[in-house]
């Protein structure tokens, strides 16, 4: 029953997530420097603050070095360093402004959460890696009590263009045409605490993260435009497996699946196998 329902269109459970106003929710934050920020940092801005207030986290000099952030992007400012660039060229490089240059970066996002925070503890940017797997470390290893872990992308016609023009390499080594016409765009956070930090501030224990896995099958033949090349359903099962022999976690507890593959991507049929076997 499962398998079946894995990849049908619709089963009913779809949500439409209207747009909400970039400026409302950094009003109160007289930190933030809102007139000079891009659009990407006010997207950002706006998960981040509407995550922390509903931590409702007090930062004081005993845990102001325990409280930092890792964020993630795959593309980062587009619109920002586009148009920085341009007006270069037009204008001549005496036009370049030191106050748009830092949001043509990828940190200046998690940098604007670094003030907004007012937390010295362990922060970082990175691309094309999980944040949350990331901070699940720091927290482990001791670097960290707690981490607010998030990634952030805006929509630009550029990477519209690519989209619309992307390709993929199967397991065949044979490329094809797989556009996306329905891009998005946006920000999530999630806040992870030691489990003791958290019960010493009375915190509101949502879940358990027990562990993690990732693995990967390098396309060797031909690399496709974004670097999502085929994933095999052996890739994702070995993922799978892994997770749950480190989290000690049997199989017959699983009761929710959340999937990465689109209704239309060539995703779906590789989870199915996997998730099957």
Known sequence: SFAKNYSQKDIGCRRHIDDGNLEKDLSNFSTVNQRRMDRLTKITMMAAVDCLDKVQLSVDESNINDVGGIFCSSYGPIASARDFIHSGFKLGLNSAS?????????????????VLMKTRGFSTTVQGYNP?????DVIRNKKAKAILAGGFDELSPELEKAYLNRTIVDENGTKKPSAIA???????????????FAIGRKSEILFKLCNYSVSSNLQYTEESIDNFGFISAECIYKTMTSALERSEIERSKISLIISLAREDSHQIESEKEALKK
């Not at 106050?99 to 604007?112: C, D, E, K, M, R």
């Not at 949350?132 to 699940?136: E, H």
């Not at 329905?182 to 003791?196: D, I, K, P, R």
């Open 182 to 196: 329905n891009v998005s765009e946006g920000s999530a956070m999630l806040f992870l605490e030691e489990e003791e």
């Open 98 to 114: 030191p106050l748009i240059f830092p949001y043509t970066v990828i940190n200046s996002a998690p940098g604007a959460i670094a």
């Open 132 to 136: 949350i797997a990331y901070a699940f």
